[in-house]
């Protein structure tokens, strides 16, 4: 138990040097990404957290037409 509990916490300390670690950012003048034509997350993103409620709704509906049945 306990070499587990170490095993995470060294993980966790180098996984959030991992992800801190950016690139610095692009000299002034520069496109922000490359290639130029930039593409944005934020649809992708967007459909998943629809997509995700969307889900949630359906299970608390069925949820609830489960529950009623048995009362």
């Known amino acids: 138990m306990n ?11 180098f996984g959030t040097q991992i992800v801190l670690s950016a690139p610095p950012p692009p000299p002034s003048g520069s496109p922000g990404c490359w290639p130029p034509p930039c593409i944005p997350i934020d649809g992708g993103i967007t ?6 409620a969307a889900y949630g709704a359906k ?3 069925d949820s609830r037409k ?6």
């Open 47 to 52: 459909f998943l957290i629809a997509a995700g």
């Open 59 to 61: 299970k608390l509906v």
């Open 3 to 13: 070499t587990i509990k170490h095993i995470l916490t060294i993980s966790l300390i």
């Open 66 to 71: 489960k529950n009623k049945s048995i009362i």
